[in-house]
């Protein structure tokens, strides 16, 4: 019996494709690892958390706060958020290893714990260094994405709300934040190509998130676009890696199956 040859799109855009036994074990791998990614926690959770609360995108917001089903945009490669995630975790274990106590016998990190910005909104921070009284996010991008935060040197309102929101976690438990970090580390290239960008904790920035997401939460109970779908049209967009959103459904028109992305 004859393999069938490992194409489009279990395949990937490799070239030339793969035929055989490579074949058949590259399309076993890529089965076992895509879904265990959709087993994940993260990938099952449903309620809006830090990492989402900032999107500039009201229209993501609104679907995300319905939970809207379908997504049409459920099939986006796993990889990059794998690699992330195995990266964060090997960060936990390394700076739990290395962790200390401060002279006022406290641990000087604090690893993946869970902090509420308010009753509604509770997410798993990174790291807390106690010495540098700074909150700390870890993200892992790819080349291109890594040359755009350095130029910018702005890590864009999602992430900044996100370190912001953890901020306000840590201070909402008692602990004394003035600085909040974006640590990115490359996923592809050297360990020497780290870029940092930091600023004073503002938690006006995260309570300002959380008035915005229940100003929306407002706005879908008065105009039910679940019972009236062309009030969806109502919703700004903006541009928000659409590509990656669970909502995007490229040249679509009807709104209630998805977006067809920003400004459209």
């Known amino acids: 019996m004859t393999a069938p040859t490992f194409s ?23 089965h ?7 087993n994940a926690p993260r990938s099952r959770q449903r309620s809006i958390g830090p990492s989402e609360i900032g999107t500039p995108c009201v229209r ?8 809207w089903d379908p997504k049409p945009n459920s099939d986006t490669d796993p990889w990059a958020a794998i690699v992330g995630t195995a990266v964060h975790a090997w960060l936990e274990h390394t700076f739990g290893a290395a962790n200390y106590a401060l002279p006022d016998g406290r641990p000087r990190y604090v690893l993946e714990r869970r902090v ?29 994405a890594m040359t755009e935060y350095r130029k910018k040197q702005d890590p864009g309102l999602t992430y900044r709300v996100q370190a ?11 602990e004394d934040i003035e600085h909040v970090a974006i640590v990115f580390l490359p996923r592809s290239g050297r360990l020497d190509g780290i870029w940092v960008w930091t600023e004073p904790f503002q938690p006006i920035l995260a309570q300002a998130a959380l008035q915005r997401r229940d100003n929306v939460l407002q706005t879908v109970a008065a105009l039910d676009p679940e019972a009236n779908p062309a009030n969806w049209a109502l919703f700004p967009t903006a541009d928000a890696y659409c590509t990656y959103c ?19």
Not at 117 to 127: F, H, I, R, Y
Not at 164 to 174: C, E, I, P, S
Not at 247 to 263: E, H, M, Q, V, Y
């Open 8 to 30: 489009q799109p279990t395949a990937g855009w490799a070239s030339p494709t793969l035929t055989g036994l490579a074949a058949e074990i590259a399309a076993h791998v890529t």
């Open 32 to 38: 076992v690892i895509k879904s265990a990614n959709n």
């Open 60 to 67: 993501r917001l609104a679907y995300k706060l319905l939970d």
């Open 116 to 144: 509420a910005a308010d009753a509604k909104l509770v997410g798993s921070s990174d790291l807390l260094d106690r010495y540098f009284r700074c909150v700390i996010d870890w993200k892992v991008p790819g080349a291109t």
């Open 164 to 174: 912001h929101t953890y901020g306000l976690g840590y201070a909402n438990a008692g």
């Open 246 to 264: 669970p909502w995007f459904l490229p040249k679509s028109t009807d709104l209630s199956r998805g977006c067809p992305g920003a400004n459209q």
